[in-house]
């Protein structure tokens, strides 16, 4: 139920630019003003519906704009269930007052801090919170309270708490990110649903509904058992690997077999193979198909390494930092590239860019490839110019998807990976909701000649959480199950059991397997298959068994839940008649009977 009585009694001012570009008391009867910019707003029973005009002779840049509104504080315990942007954004529950900002007197560049927050600034202070696109608020007992944005696609949403002059404040925030705004032209902004109910968890999966059923999310896709070359191979996959456990996935009932980063020459050359591939990808595609299964495959569309053809042939592709050099999406060492591991962004605001995102798609899906995993794909978010300097950043990375799903065709899965959430919703079948697992339960120490990822925990403090490590994956596979079948079909990441070449014992490997499984969502292993014996073998018989069940159950409107979300309750996950609870620290689980 919305609470009329919360959203219509309560709202303060309207900043812009979270202050920085002016405030100006909130007005009922009419339009706010705050410099060029005018809010027309209303705040009924449906929640909050905005629409922001900018008055002035000229374009007018704007980062943000938000409604403050004044939370009732009664120094109860107060928890904020906190929405990560991307796929690989820690999600979880802060507790207010206690818990940081993992951009609390964060010293990175703002361009790392913008791949997993939507606004790249710094909270102000210790005890601000924030969750972008949907929150709710609650704990010591209180009735939950939902506040989400309907839809993420033509700006982002952030959802703050803080304290002001010793007041708490909520903060409604609409991210455009730099945009241009166009002088009398109105830009209607997302609404913003507000509803209490007793069940967090219950308030979320209605939200998504809703999310899902307005942007016309893609849902219906197979109940899918694939494979993944990366978490075994690494960026050293070779041709004989993709042999070698395709004979074995047949007997694992694997339906997609995807070949993960390492097939290509260089980042942005995606029909290229690498060197490791000497009889090319099409034989590969011959075998998988043959096999009987759907040829999948890695790319991040929206990089190109200085050294590849496309870079090249195009420079003006790529688009350029404030400075005027080419604008850098990734760092990586792992990938070289010729500069060390530095991969440019394209522009998807240029049409000829577009047009060459939806040809790579199209000659992938005619070489047999039925599934495409997209991967870095907040690259196009991150500030920068941009050809078309009135798209936000959430339209930069939506623009660079229907490109990519209008060449791919409707049959073709598509998997969001390192993308932010909400502009993607209609376009992808399967999402990312989680970071990296890796063949450790903590973050893996930094490599040493073996096969590893460029960029480790230690060098983005503050945001650890998002670099590779089963603890964190499994944490938001539980926090972002309500999402599953509603918005997309999640992807928690891969499931690995092999007994060696692993740091997992064999608990956490069964622990993280059983999460897969009872969060319904994508079943992918990645292991040397051949490695794997009797015992692992029974393990994934039973956490498949439990996939299965569960994701009928989402399908059926009931995503598996997890429990008391904001009463700080054992981290658990329950779908139909099975309830796992999860030890993060240990790595260990116990599985029973639901009711
Ligand atoms: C391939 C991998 C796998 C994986 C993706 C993604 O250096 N980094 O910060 C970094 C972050 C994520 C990452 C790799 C490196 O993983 O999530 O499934 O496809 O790319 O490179």
């Known amino acids: 139920m919305t609470d009329a009585r919360f959203v219509q009694g309560l709202p303060r001012r309207v900043e812009v630019d979270g202050g920085r570009g002016g405030s100006a008391p909130w007005r009922s009867d009419g339009p706010t003003r705050i410099g060029s910019f005018e809010l027309e707003s209303t705040l009924d029973a449906h929640g909050l519906r905005w629409t922001l005009i900018h008055h002035g002779a000229s374009d007018a840049a704007i980062q943000s704009i938000g409604l403050v509104f004044a939370w009732p504080d009664d120094g109860r315990d107060l928890r904020m269930f906190r929405q990560g942007l991307q796929s690989w954004s820690e999600t979880d529950v802060a507790r207010f007052g206690v ?205 190109v390494a200085p050294d590849s053809e496309v870079f090249r042939e195009h420079p003006e592709w790529v688009a350029r930092r404030l400075d005027g050099s080419p604008h850098v999406g990734m760092w990586n060492p792992a990938w070289d590239g010729g500069m060390g591991g530095l991969m440019f962004t394209l522009d998807t605001t240029r049409p000829n860019v577009l047009a060459h995102l939806e040809s790579v798609a199209r000659a992938l899906v005619e070489r047999g490839f039925g599934y495409l995993k997209l991967d870095f794909t907040y690259a196009p978010r991150l500030e920068g110019l941009f050809a078309n300097r009135h798209a936000t950043p959430a339209e930069r990375v939506r623009a660079g998807y229907e490109a990519i799903r209008r060449g791919a065709g409707e049959q073709t899965f598509i998997l969001g990976c390192g993308a932010p959430l909400a502009p993607t919703v209609g376009l992808v079948d399967g999402m990312r909701i989680g970071p990296d697992v890796a063949p450790s339960w903590e973050h893996p120490p930094r490599p040493a000649g073996e096969p590893s990822y460029g960029v480790t925990a230690d060098d983005v403090p503050g945001y650890a959480y998002c670099q590779p490590a089963t603890r964190s994956a499994l944490q938001n596979t539980v926090f972002r199950s309500f999402m599953h079948r509603q918005l997309w079909a999640n992807d928690p990441d891969c499931v690995m059991l092999r007994p060696t070449q692993t740091k997992l014992t064999a608990e956490q490997r069964v622990t993280w397997a059983r999460a897969v499984g009872v969060s319904g969502g994508l079943y992918v292993l990645s292991d040397d298959l051949s490695l794997l014996g009797s015992e692992e073998r029974a393990a994934f018989e039973e956490t498949i068994a439990l996939g299965h069940a569960s994701d009928e159950a989402a399908r059926h409107g009931t995503p598996a839940t997890t429990t008391s979300l904001l009463e700080g309750g054992p981290l658990r996950l329950t779908s139909a008649n099975t309830s796992v609870a999860f030890d993060l620290d240990r790595g260990t689980s116990e599985r029973s009977h639901a009711r």
């Open 99 to 303: 818990d940081r900002d993992p951009s609390y007197g964060s010293m990175l560049a703002p361009e790392v801090r913008a791949t997993y927050q939507a606004d790249p600034e710094p909270v102000a202070d210790a005890s601000e919170l924030r969750s972008e696109w949907v929150t709710v608020l609650g704990g010591g007992g209180r009735t939950p309270l939902l506040v989400g944005f309907e839809a993420g696609t033509r700006h982002e949403g952030t959802i703050r708490l803080r304290r002001r002059d010793g007041a708490v404040e909520l903060v409604v925030e609409a991210f455009l990110g730099g945009a241009l705004l166009v002088p009398g032209v109105p830009f209607e902004l997302h609404p913003v649903v507000f509803s209490h109910g007793d069940s967090a968890e219950d308030l979320l999966v209605r939200w998504a509904e809703r999310v899902g059923r307005l942007g016309g999310a893609r849902t219906s896709s197979p109940y899918l058992r694939g494979y993944c070359t990366w978490y075994h191979y690494f960026e050293r996959v070779r041709e004989e690997d993709i042999r070698t456990n395709l004979a074995l996935a047949r007997d694992f009932g694997v339906d997609v077999f995807q070949i993960d980063d390492g097939h290509q020459r260089t980042i942005g050359d995606w029909l290229t193979p690498s060197e490791r591939f000497p009889s090319g990808i099409e034989p590969l595609v011959s075998a998988i198909t043959a096999a009987g299964m759907t040829p999948g495959i890695w790319l991040a569309p929206f990089l």
